[in-house]
């Protein structure tokens, strides 16, 4: 590898604060002044740069980084055919085709029409999927505009509650794309980058992975012990420990965090006691 491998996240939106909180649970020291282009992280050696995600498809084509972080939908319309390593579990959205409140009820009454959007390489392949013949019209902005200026019949544009479309007189008929944030790396890395790319989306899954749950320990009296254990849905088998004192033995399990709520009181009323929950940093199932 003949330089550092370079990772680039968004400078700015919304998708900003939850990949820094992400990177650094991954072990990365990052500042979110918002000023800084760049940063050195010497505990991965990597070189993270802060740009625009709609820039980052287009300089892991160029060979400009190895990996980043974008939106689904940024990736798919820069076309770049990079390699998706990791859903990330934010910034979920859908592209939605939407017409106006009255008028068009099907996807199939556009064909011959006009579709306004700010990805017309993913809705023009949608649309020509279906075998139908659509002009895409490529709007930057404000594409909710476009039936009522006559510029489209319809528009294509990402949704995430659907108020925007609301307040605008849209209603959508069809999805063409779910997305969310993704780590993604170039196809064409050699074996000393693959391997930085892999190590990097392991530990970035393990902090995802860990998020969802937590580590629950207790003490149980050995005639409750297979009381307390059935209750417990872990990852995997509880672990269970005898413990010094006779009679009662330490029970460790992985359980969603959902969950444990609903198992404190049950747990205690079967007997369990000196209960303890604890946040995962990473887990690797």
Known sequence: MSRRFRLALPSKGRLHDPVLDLMRGAG??????GRALYAQCSQWDVEVL?????????????GAVEAAVAGRDQVLEGGAGLDELVPL?????SLQVAVPAEG????????GGRVATSHPRITA????????????VAVRGSVELAPRLEAAEAVCDLVQSGETLRQNGLRPIATVLESEAVLVARPDLDDEQRRVADELATVVRSV???????YLMLNAPDDSLDAIVGLLPGLDSPTVLPLARPGWHSVHAVVER??????????????ARSLLVLPIHHLIP
């Open 258 to 271: 959902r969950q444990v709520m609903e198992l404190l009181a049950p747990l205690r009323a079967a007997g």
């Open 104 to 111: 068009v009820a099907t996807v199939e009454e556009l064909d």
């Open 50 to 62: 802060f740009t625009r995600a709609e820039d980052m498809p287009a300089w892991a084509v160029d």
């Open 125 to 136: 392949g949608y649309f020509a999927g279906r075998g139908m013949q659509v002009e895409t």
């Open 208 to 214: 995802i992975d860990a998020r969802s749950r937590r």
């Open 89 to 93: 579990g934010f910034g979920r959205c």
């Open 28 to 33: 990365f020291e990052l500042e979110g002044n």
